[in-house]
């Protein structure tokens, strides 16, 4: 190990595992007296840059995330942050580019740097109490008690986080009132005439440039979002379990869990699948929601994004589901107004012909 490049200092990058967990690491390492330096927001540059470390056919996410090494480079940082989370529970297994996230930055990006790169692997016992000791012990720390309080004290950010995205504080929102130790919700849920679910990844969709900011696209079409930080964890495994299906992908509670709540709820009137050109798990789990959703008569686009997507066809497709979304909604609601107004009128008629009979009472 070398010592040298470590001052109580670690960088984060702003990309993949950061938009899952980034309330739990900044309050863990806050805790134990290790700044966080956190690369810049994804920016064209640092896409490109990531782009001319990693082979073209590798998603855009591992892209992004070298881009955003590189940008701690930069500001000075040598000491990054790169899990390796291989699984999340026993046989729920990320992808090989996360589970290989380390492997992949030490051989394509050339420069001096030391990475902090705790290994998660739930099939293989290593616990989350064993991934903090591990990035504990890269900074010397080895007092049990420290790492047990600043575990707590990640939890509590990481707690305060959902609870708030929950309650349908919008993510940057939840983010920032977690990081500052605040917990603020949302009472009141603003009725829009359309609703949607967006499945993807937290990476793809809460990275303003990467997602090109479908959310607030969406909101100025008057069309309200619901996404993952929506849905508790308890109610998107059932939701997958009740269509027939099982977890197999440590991310999947964000596509499929998040869509089959929604789809078994009839909470929404319609699906966008949100995913990286070429991710192998992203291309089974929507399959597997098309499947559903064609059965159940929900209507379900899949959007993929890569460092070639044009913002003008996006809003256009994006533009052309709320449409149709809109008519559909239009004729359902003109059959069912007609439906109320035959029955009334059939009602009308009834009580006329007992009131003739004089049976009417
Ligand atoms: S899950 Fe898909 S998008 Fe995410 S890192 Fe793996 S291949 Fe890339």
């Keep these: 190990m070398n010592t040298a490049l470590l001052n109580n200092k670690v960088g984060i990058p702003r990309a993949i595992s950061y938009y899952n967990n980034y309330p739990f690491y900044y309050g863990?390492?806050?805790s134990l007296g290790i700044e966080v330096v956190l690369s810049d927001k994804t920016t064209t540059k640092i896409i490109n840059e990531g782009c001319k470390y990693v082979v073209s056919d590798t998603c855009l996410p591992v892209k992004v995330f070298a881009g955003h090494v590189v940008n701690l480079l930069d500001k000075g940082c040598n000491v990054i942050?790169?899990?390796?989370?291989?699984?999340?529970?026993?046989?729920?297994?990320?992808?090989?580019?996360?589970?290989?996230?380390?492997?992949?930055?030490?051989?394509?990006?050339?420069?001096?740097?030391?990475?902090?790169?705790?290994?998660?692997?739930k099939t293989e016992?290593?616990?989350?109490?064993?991934?903090?000791?591990?990035?504990?012990?890269?900074?010397?720390?080895?007092?049990?008690?420290?790492?047990?309080?600043?575990m707590a004290d990640g939890w509590k950010a990481y707690d305060a986080f959902c609870e708030m995205a929950q309650s349908g504080v919008p993510y940057q929102e939840a983010l920032k009132n977690a990081i500052d130790g605040k917990l603020v919700k949302?009472?009141?849920?603003?009725?829009?005439?359309?609703?949607?679910?967006?499945?993807a990844h937290g990476y793809n969709l809460f990275d303003?440039?990467?997602?090109?900011?479908?959310?607030?696209?969406?909101?100025?079409?008057?069309?309200?979002?619901?996404?993952?930080?929506?849905?508790?964890?308890?109610?998107?495994?059932?939701?997958?379990?009740?269509?027939?299906e099982i977890q197999y992908w440590a991310n999947?509670?964000?596509?499929?869990?998040?869509?089959?709540?929604?789809?078994?709820?009839n909470k929404v009137d319609g699906i966008i699948a949100l995913s990286a050109f070429g991710c192998g798990p992203d291309s089974l789990m929507v399959d597997e929601m098309m499947y559903h959703c064609k059965e159940k008569g929900m209507p379900l686009i899949h959007l993929t994004i890569d460092e070639h997507t044009g913002e003008a066809g996006f809003v256009t497709r994006l533009e052309a589901f709320v449409d149709m979304l809109m008519r559909k909604k239009r004729s359902?609601?003109?059959k069912n107004s007609g439906k109320i107004k035959k029955q009334s009128a059939e009602v009308v008629k009834i009580k006329t012909d007992k009131i003739l009979t004089g049976s009417a009472k």
Aim: glycine share 2%.
């Design 332 to 334: 359902i609601l003109n």
């Design 208 to 244: 303003e440039r990467i997602s090109m900011n479908i959310i607030k696209k969406l909101e100025k079409m008057d069309v309200k979002v619901y996404t993952s930080l929506n849905v508790s964890r308890d109610a998107a495994i059932s939701s997958i379990h009740s269509l027939g």
């Design 81 to 121: 942050f790169v899990p390796s989370i291989q699984s999340t529970g026993y046989k729920i297994n990320n992808c090989s580019k996360i589970r290989g996230l380390p492997e992949i930055i030490r051989n394509v990006i050339n420069r001096e740097f030391k990475m902090i790169e705790p290994t998660l692997d």
């Design 125 to 150: 016992n290593i616990n989350f109490k064993s991934f903090c000791n591990q990035i504990a012990n890269a900074f010397e720390i080895k007092d049990s008690n420290r790492i047990k309080k600043a």
């Design 252 to 265: 999947e509670l964000e596509l499929t869990g998040t869509a089959a709540y929604y789809l078994l709820n």
């Design 28 to 30: 863990f390492f806050k």
């Design 186 to 199: 949302k009472s009141v849920d603003i009725v829009k005439p359309l609703s949607v679910v967006i499945m």
